[in-house]
């Protein structure tokens, strides 16, 4: 069983609005650090946003810069859903965004948004903005 499940990706026009999301299962499932990532052609997979929850359920929640105040990061515990709600897209948003969990990180290391860090992935969702 793949422990993340990514879909909502697809082609957009510049400045529209796409939701990602993340179905998590099996041992990825309360993951205390859970984030997205992104890759493009010839290019490292980072860290777009990450959330960390304590054991008292406050959340944490980093972006990089890029796309602050566009992007949103979510989690539903109940669903056991992590979704990313991009606005203002850009042609440079363009890549293969994957999902991310990591069960035992505390959260500087969650919040530095490091790829090495996290354990379980899935199998990536396309997202390509045209201008």
């Known amino acids: 069983q793949v422990p993340l499940v990514e879909s909502g990706g697809g082609p957009v026009q510049a400045g529209g609005s796409l939701r990602l999301s993340c179905v998590v299962s099996?041992?990825?499932?309360?993951?205390?650090?859970m984030g997205w990532f992104r890759q493009a052609p010839g290019k490292e997979r980072e860290g777009v946003a990450t959330?960390?929850?304590?054991?008292?359920?406050?959340?944490?929640?980093e972006y990089t810069n890029s796309v602050k105040g566009r992007f949103t990061l979510s989690r539903d515990n109940a669903k056991n859903t992590l979704y990313l709600e991009m606005n203002s897209l850009k042609p440079e948003d363009t890549a293969m965004y994957f999902c991310?969990?990591?069960?035992?990180?505390?959260?500087?290391?969650?919040?530095?948004?490091?790829?090495?860090?996290?354990?379980?992935w899935g199998q990536g969702t396309q997202v390509t903005v045209s201008s």
């Open positions: 991310g969990a990591a069960a035992r990180i505390g959260l500087s290391t969650c919040r530095a948004r490091s790829r090495d860090a996290f354990e379980y």
């Open positions: 959330t960390y929850t304590t054991v008292v359920g406050t959340n944490y929640t």
């Open positions: 099996g041992v990825a499932i309360g993951s205390n650090c």
